[in-house]
């Protein structure tokens, strides 16, 4: 019942009448207790996809990989579409989606402007996919809307748990690599010569991203993955380049924006993305605009402040 | 007695149809600085290449401190040619020199290397920017990390691959005291490729010279004359001593002393 209520994305529709004007629609707080009970597995999922996708952004941005989570995540939603078409699990068609872009743009681009390419030729074939089992897909317009735009998904307890199991896979896969992968993605040629598995790590990466993107779609939707596997990110690369400090705000940004996002939408009757995106820019913005005024002052007060 | 530390016997290398070297014959002792020139396309890098185990000899025999080359050995140093940083990636000059230490292995850093980072970051003298971010550094300060995080393995023997491109007359100077600095302090070897002869001139002990009709190893004022290396060309080529610098013309080589044009 809560799972069917919740799933629709449109939890309040029933309580914002349509009379209302349209601010709202955008922030209404009536009954907001009761909503908050219903909504706890989304808050759950969300600070999951948070810590995922502040941490998996810190490599995107170190290996200037946006187009490719981009890519990625339009595949993702051609595996989620054909699992709502052929009556699967929605999460295990994305990961399937997703996996084999990664895969694909592992094996074919090696190199960044090859890389490019693959994404720019693979993304539109996975959209139109998407596109082709969405219209034969008989359900709600709802489900279908939401896989590209965003949704609260039906989180139930099982939700969770798949969505649970997944963030440990990628976060502990993170872990593991977190050095090579560093020195890796920054400095590849000495990386290579002190015996790092150059290659091998990229495709793990690359892996770990396609299940980070197939997570992130059930929240944000494919279109809006960025939101919360870059923005944050490249708003923590602004401010500060310790490697400690980085995924720390990272992952904090992508929180306050996902979690931040979900209490606000709750008594909306719009989707939930617009919220998680609006949060992530101003973060951004932000950040921009303080990394400006640092980066005028000099990085850090040189003893011998001799400009170069 | 001083040990070799690198040893080629009679190597060859070659890409499809066309040699790059053979039958090089090259040892290097341990503290020795090898300046290793030659055109474009002459086969210097792929020579670094070799010693790293990244690249098998065609034929012939290479022993890196008596063993057949192993990829991620500590016993060398690698100060790769110069490439563009992103200003916004988020690594400092200290974060690339630890890398020299701990980079390659698995799992998240436990213990602080601080004290070991600063040292070496002092022993470069790029302490003042230590914790900027290393796309925001300029040429010299750069190559002074990189130098850093080469010696972070406390290297036999030191490869580096073009450290002076890009660099003004001055920071040249600087970046190559710097590594002849470093050679003398912990007896590292150093191979230094390079297209730029006159920074480096004052500090070889031996030039390898790799040209388009053969080599030659030996003391700069033996290989470095127009007999010599109208032999190595099969040109044409004239060497020029003039107020302490060399400068050598020919057809082939303008592309290759590029340095003389906005010296």
Known sequence: MIASLVGTGLVSAGLASAGDPWWGQLFSFDNYGE?????????????????????????????????????????????????????????????????????LI?????????????????????LGLGVLFLALYPGRAANKFGLLTGQIVAVDETRVMTMSVLAAVVIGGLVLVWRPLTFASVDPEVASARG????????????????????AVQIVGALLVLSLLITPAAAATRLTASPVWVPVLSVTFAMVAAVGGILLALGASVPISPYITTISFIIYLVARRVGTVRLRRGWVSRESSVPS | ????????????????????????????????????????GSGKTTLLRVALGTQPLDSGRVRVLGHPPRRGSRALGY???????????????????????????????????????????DAVGATPYADMPVGLLSGGEQQRVRIAQALA????????????????????????????????STGTAVLFVTHEINPVLPYTDRVL????????????????TSEHLTRLYGSPIDVISAQGRMIIVGDDVHAHHAEEHHA
């Open chain 1, 35 to 103: 909503l908050l009970v219903l909504v706890r597995g989304s808050i759950v999922t969300g600070a999951l996809l948070a810590l995922v996708g502040g941490l998996i952004g810190v490599f995107v941005i170190q290996r200037d990989m946006a187009f490719a989570v981009h890519g990625v995540s339009e595949m993702s939603f051609a595996g989620a579409a054909a699992a709502l078409l052929i009556g699967i699990d929605v999460v295990a068609g994305s990961m399937a989606g997703s996996i084999i872009a990664a895969v």
């Open chain 1, 106 to 126: 592992g094996l074919l681009g090696q190199r960044a402007r090859e890389r490019n390419s693959i994404i720019g030729v693979l993304m539109p074939f996975g």
């Open chain 1, 196 to 215: 790092v598995p150059v290659r091998a790590l990229s495709m793990v990466f690359l892996v770990l991203l396609g299940l980070a993107v197939a997570m």
């Open chain 2, 153 to 184: 393995a406390e290297p036999e023997i030191l490869l580096c691959d073009e450290p002076l491109l890009s660099l003004d007359l001055r920071r040249q100077d600087e970046v190559t005291a710097l590594i002849d600095a470093t050679r003398r």
């Open chain 2, 209 to 224: 010279y790799l040209g388009p009709a053969g080599h030659a190893v030996g003391t700069p004022d033996d290989v470095l």
């Open chain 2, 1 to 40: 007695m001083r040990k070799n530390v690198l040893e080629l016997h009679d190597a060859a290398l070659a890409f499809g149809e066309r040699t790059l070297w053979s039958g090089l014959d090259l040892s290097v002792a341990s503290g020795e600085f090898i300046t290793v020139l030659g055109p474009n």
């Open chain 2, 79 to 121: 100060v790769p040619q110069q490439r563009i940083v992103d200003p916004a990636t988020p690594v400092r000059a200290r974060d690339l020199v630890r890398m020299g230490i701990d980079g390659h292995h698995w799992g998240p850093g436990r213990h602080s290397l601080r004290e070991r980072v600063d040292e070496l970051l």
